[in-house]
């Protein structure tokens, strides 16, 4: 008769499944916090402990947290993350390495616990309440407090925009600390996230602008719309926001030379004029036509400088720039506006 295979005990199978035991429970009760700033570049902290770049032996263990803090519900299959790392090894080589940088991972976020325990399968991916593997799935701190700044960001930001207060706006742009991981910059998973989460603070900045327009707190206004021209300088909507900004405030000269830095920064990049919209308001500006006397805030005193810049202005256009045509010339000649 053959010999019977021996069977596994219970806690054994409960870990193999993903299922935590009465003992890892109870740690796992104990579980710090795990914050992870990913805005600006990689950061982790597991409670007051900072972990410093000298800890991370493998990238890839970095890259595996990286990719788990922006998916959603902080999990992703084990066949997404060997396909997104290892896009040119096979399924067998993938595997082994995963496993390798799990317990990497696991040993940087629970130096204590992981100090003794193997390399090389079920022990380790049992043993950590920070990451599990279960049911072919890879889920972060699924049982432990998690921070992430992309998470809080995009959480604070729709808050914003539903109390439509300046302080809340504000609360959601200090969270963007810079790009998403930089350090990642070629790499095709962040990519598309990156570009979305940068659109999101363009847009705050903006939207933060408007508000504080229609609040008549013109100078804090030009100070948003600002961040936006230095994050992007050939943004148009933010050039010309500042140049109805300094003109309502009763300051033509710096609109009009917004207008000059929105045109050189498009020569530059572009090869290209302002669109109609720009050049309109510019040519206004300069008229003394922008803005109307009903715009200007109550009790704005008139500066002394833009009554002599306003009565040396033309009863006719120009662009104010050396070495293009009068804008009289350009008209004439079918140039756009």
Request: aromatic fraction near 6%.
């Amino acid at each position: 008769m053959g010999r019977r295979p021996q069977r596994q005990p219970a806690a054994q199978q409960l870990q193999h499944r993903g299922v935590p035991t009465t003992t890892e429970t109870a740690r796992r009760s104990e579980l710090e916090v795990v914050r992870i700033g990913l805005l600006g570049g990689f950061r982790l902290s597991v409670g007051p402990r900072l972990i410093e770049e000298d800890r991370w032996r493998l990238r890839k263990a970095k890259s595996l947290l990286k990719l788990l803090a922006l998916a959603p519900g902080h999990r992703l299959h084990r066949e997404q993350v060997m396909e997104t790392l290892w896009p040119d090894l096979g399924m067998r080589k993938a595997s082994n390495n995963l496993h390798q940088i799990l317990h990497a991972v696991r040993r940087t976020l629970e130096p204590a616990v992981l100090a003794t325990a193997p390399a090389n399968g079920s022990a380790a991916s049992a043993s950590s309440g920070y990451l599990l593997l279960g049911d072919e799935q890879l889920s972060l701190c699924p049982d432990s407090p998690l921070w992430v700044d992309v998470e809080a960001f995009e959480q604070t930001a729709a808050t914003a925009r539903h109390a439509m207060e300046p302080a809340a706006f504000r609360a959601a742009i200090d969270l963007y600390a810079g790009e998403l991981l930089p350090e990642d910059r070629y790499e095709p998973w962040v990519d598309e996230r990156r570009g979305q989460l940068r659109e999101l603070y363009l847009s705050l900045l903006l939207e933060l602008g408007a508000l504080l327009e229609g609040r008549r707190e013109f100078g804090e206004a030009i100070e948003a719309l600002g961040r936006v021209v230095a994050e992007e300088p050939t943004h148009e909507g933010a050039h010309v926001g500042i140049m109805r900004l300094h003109a309502l405030s009763g300051r033509r000269r710096e609109a009009l030379s917004q207008y000059e830095r929105l045109r050189e920064a498009l020569l530059k990049e572009f090869g290209t004029e302002p669109e109609a919209a720009a050049t309109r308001l510019q040519q206004e500006i300069w008229a003394g036509t922008f803005p109307h006397s009903d715009s200007l805030p109550a009790g704005l005193p008139a500066r002394d400088e833009d009554a002599r810049f306003a009565a040396r202005a033309p009863k006719y256009i120009h662009v104010i720039s050396a070495g293009f045509e009068p804008m009289t010339e350009r008209v004439r000649h079918g140039h756009r506006l």
